[in-house]
């Protein structure tokens, strides 16, 4: 073969592939509103009854978008939204009742919450700069990280399913010590994988 044929197949190669790269985009991005289309319908779905829930489409595309279109951190993100806040509005603007948000009352009798957001995520040095925000798109993404800490936390014990530690440590459990509402959490999951 010819320098200039090898050069033609090359050039000929090259514009094949570019060619299905650019045909295959308009799948992912298809994928990805879907995505967050299918979550924004389980918002009413699976949204505490007789509060104002978060905008579902906002919420969905939050979600998928925190977890960039991977199916299961969406599912594990739904479930802690819902178990945490129900979904509720309020909760997600860290307006809360008297009992949300791991309320606690002060020396001085002033009524604190440890809480933020969808997610009720308590202060750490990984969210510390966001802490606060009731944009629903850094909740997801500081939610989605805690998640990935918590499964990394307990990769090392084999004796616990990933979401069950997660789930644990998530509650400030560690790994190892159950707790009455993992069970629940790991029910919900299963329905949402399915929604999803």
Same mark, same amino acid.
């Given at each position: ?5 090898? $050069? ?9 592939? #570019? ?8 799948? !992912?991005?298809?994928d990805y509103s879907r995505l967050a289309e299918r979550v924004a319908e389980l918002v009413p779905r699976f949204g505490a009854r007789g509060v104002e829930l978060v905008e579902p $489409? &906002?919420? +969905?595309? =939050? ?11 969406? =599912?594990? #993100?739904?479930?802690?939204? $819902?178990? &945490?806040?129900?979904?509720? =509005? ?7 009742? %008297?009992? @949300? +948000?791991?309320? %606690?009352?002060?020396?001085? /009798?002033?009524?604190?919450?440890? =809480?933020?957001?969808? %997610? ?18 850094? @909740? ?5 990280? !805690?998640? !990935? ?6 990769? /090392? ?21 159950? %707790?009455?509402? &993992? ?12 929604? #999803?």
């Open positions: 073969m010819t320098p200039s044929n090898r $050069v033609g197949w090359v050039t000929l190669l090259f514009l094949a592939a #570019l060619g299905l790269s650019l045909a295959l985009c308009p799948v !992912a991005r298809a $489409v &906002e919420f +969905g595309v =939050a979600v998928a978008q925190a977890c960039n279109q991977e199916r299961e951190c969406v =599912a594990r #993100l739904l479930t802690m939204a $819902v178990m &945490e806040s129900g979904l509720s =509005a309020a909760v997600s603007r860290s307006e809360y009742r %008297y009992h @949300q +948000g791991d309320a %606690y009352t002060d020396r001085q /009798g002033v009524r604190r919450h440890k =809480a933020w957001g969808t %997610y009720q995520l308590h202060q750490n040095r990984r969210n510390a700069d966001v802490w606060g925000e009731d944009d629903l798109l850094v @909740q997801a993404r500081a939610a989605r990280l !805690a998640q !990935a800490g918590a499964v990394v936390e307990c990769r /090392g014990f084999r004796s616990v399913l990933p979401e069950v530690g997660m789930w644990r440590v998530l509650s400030g459990r560690g790994c190892l010590a159950p %707790y009455s509402g &993992e069970v629940a959490r790991m029910e919900l999951l299963v329905k949402i994988r399915r929604a #999803l």
